[in-house]
């Protein structure tokens, strides 16, 4: 059987020079405020989207303009880690250059939208100024690398969380068009010798990698293409249980395409660790699809493969077999709200930020109030996976200052916030994502108390329950890991899922398919009646559906020779 010829995005990848391509020539012009379908592609390597307001599409066509064309901007912030320096910054450039608002994203970190073109390159330099990038943001390269963000515990914890920024740092793209583009640095002559782990065309897609430090699993670890569990011992860093090939995004109605947890397949030593990441990144880079870009995720490469090949693939390039995996126990993957005091005797406050999106509305002055808290604050901020925002390594003495200004902003609903409310998650969609098919994050604030007053009628409004809204079966808000989980099919419309864990371990399944906001109700509604009726002690709403058989069987694993 012939080989299929690569796809275009590999053409567009192999000729662009190393991801410069003709962007800074579309950034100059002033015809419109778009770029061309090739430079948007590698615009993504850069950390940013062309996006359009999708409510004003109809308008702008009738009156014959272009749509409104604006760039989201994704900032890559190892772990999380914010100074209080680069908060203020990076909310200067939210009022200034962008929409208004801040967005914290699943991947811990920053993301603006509504920035036009000709405030795109004083925005990312600006960005760079504050000692961060936006370079591998986005893209067909290891993204940023996410890590539990708040090592309180031992210095061994902290350890741990320090090799995101050492794998991130690793694992980054070498090329100059970052600085030549955007920093007006001057081109290398003659034909640069560039990206020894990326090569011309990079990756075949993106690559996700998460560490996580148990018992928290707050990054769904088993969500990333590499996961990483630490194994702390006797309050010493062991190394890290090594899980490959999880990945959220799927099709709707192609079978070939769904969620896939991570397989563990070992134990490193923390002095293998970088080896390790490169050479997984490596065998993904030989061996993933580059003709089909739906089936180009690591999850594919391993299920057409097989796990024992890849694995001693793997095995063979480190020159040195994984040790078995050790044992390991998680809790739950949300996040852990109010105050925590840490080993060292510094605090750590999480705030929760309702889909991360941190602006001023109403009585909400999310936005001034994280910006006055950093103007006062001498820790610093931890972004975390599901969106929300640790104020980190406050002083004991500084407790009621910082609480006073989140008391006065808003910011302090995770006082008396409902069990589901405190685990919801959703993503973007509309109007902004191109991919979204129905509302997510708007929608959000719609649906929390419709679903919080059929749990209170059943005596439920404490009950923790994940909840994930996405637009689209892409995946960024990672639906498929939720207890209860909505997925955009069109307008108003979701494929109900149900059943995952909470600790992050097992996957959800669809219930109903393309139903509408009060079908969704009505079909909740006997459930949480069974639920709180039949559950047993401690059991989540997830496990007791799979226990009492609500679901039914496992769905069928895809046989491998369809992902050949």
Not at 25 to 34: F, H, I, K, Q, S
């Amino acid at each position: 059987m012939s080989t299929p010829p690569p796809s275009d995005f590999e053409r567009i990848k192999a000729n662009s020079r190393y991801l410069r391509g003709t962007i800074a020539e579309g950034l100059r012009d002033p015809v419109t405020g778009a770029i061309s379908d090739d430079d948007n592609k590698l615009l993504k390597f850069h950390g940013s989207y062309l996006q359009d307001d999708r409510d004003l599409r109809e308008e702008r066509r009738r009156q014959k303009l272009e749509p409104a064309y604006a760039f989201m901007l994704r900032a890559r912030l190892p772990a999380g880690v914010v100074t209080p320096a680069q908060w203020l910054v990076f909310d200067r450039l939210a009022r200034e250059y962008a929409n208004g608002t801040l967005r914290i994203t699943t991947r811990q970190t920053f993301q603006w939208h509504g920035i036009i073109k000709r405030r795109l390159k004083p925005t990312i330099a600006a960005i760079h100024e504050a000692l961060a990038t936006t370079i591998a943001a986005c893209g067909d390269v290891v993204r940023n690398v996410v890590s539990t963000p708040n090592p309180v515990e031992s210095a061994a914890h902290a350890q741990a969380y320090a090799w995101a920024t050492r794998l991130s740092e690793a694992l980054s793209p070498r090329t100059h068009a970052y600085h030549e583009i955007w920093l007006d640095g001057e081109p290398l002559v003659g034909e640069p010798k560039e990206e020894p782990l990326y090569g011309t065309t990079y990756l075949p897609r993106k690559f996700k990698i998460g560490l996580a430090i148990p018992p928290l699993n707050d990054v769904d670890v088993f969500a990333q293409d590499l996961g990483l569990v630490a194994i702390i011992e006797q309050g010493e860093l062991q190394g890290f249980n090594v899980a490959v090939g999880g990945g959220m995004g799927a099709t709707h109605g192609d079978p070939t395409t769904y969620p896939r947890l991570g397989s563990v397949i070992g134990f490193v030593a923390p002095e293998h660790l970088l080896a390790l990441a490169e050479t997984v990144v490596a065998v993904q880079r030989d061996w993933g699809n580059r003709s089909e870009r739906k089936h180009a995720r690591l999850k594919y490469t391993i299920d057409h493969r097989g796990l024992d090949v890849f694995k001693a693939e793997v095995e063979s390039r480190l020159g040195f077999a994984l040790a078995p995996e050790r044992p390991y126990r998680f809790d739950h993957n949300g996040d852990r709200y109010g105050w925590i005091e840490g080993g060292d005797g510094y605090w750590h406050l999480t705030l929760q930020i309702e889909s991360g999106r941190l602006a001023d509305v109403g009585e909400r002055r999310w936005l001034s109030g994280l910006r006055e808290l950093a103007r006062v604050h001498e820790g610093d901020f931890r972004l975390t996976c599901n969106q929300n925002v640790i104020v980190a390594n406050v002083a004991a003495e500084q407790r009621a200052r910082i609480d006073a200004i989140v008391a006065a902003h808003g910011l302090d609903g995770y006082r008396t916030h409902s069990g589901i409310r405190r685990h919801a998650v959703a993503c973007v969609a509309l109007p902004t994502c191109g991919l979204a098919m129905a509302e997510s994050e708007r929608y959000l604030p719609e649906l929390l108390p419709r679903l919080e007053a059929l749990l209170d009628q059943h005596g439920l409004g404490d009950a923790p329950i994940l909840l994930r809204l996405s637009g689209c079966p892409n995946g960024c808000s990672r639906p498929y890991l939720g207890e209860i989980a909505l997925v955009g099919r069109g307008p108003g419309r979701y494929d109900l899922r149900l059943g995952a864990d909470f600790r992050g371990q097992r996957l959800n399944r669809t219930y109903r398919e393309n139903i509408d906001e009060a079908a969704i109700l009505e079909t909740l509604d006997p459930l949480f009646a069974r639920y709180a009726a039949e559950r047993g002690q401690g059991e989540h709403f997830g496990d007791f559906l799979v226990r009492t058989g609500v679901l039914g069987a496992e769905p069928r694993r895809i046989p491998a020779e369809v992902l050949a």
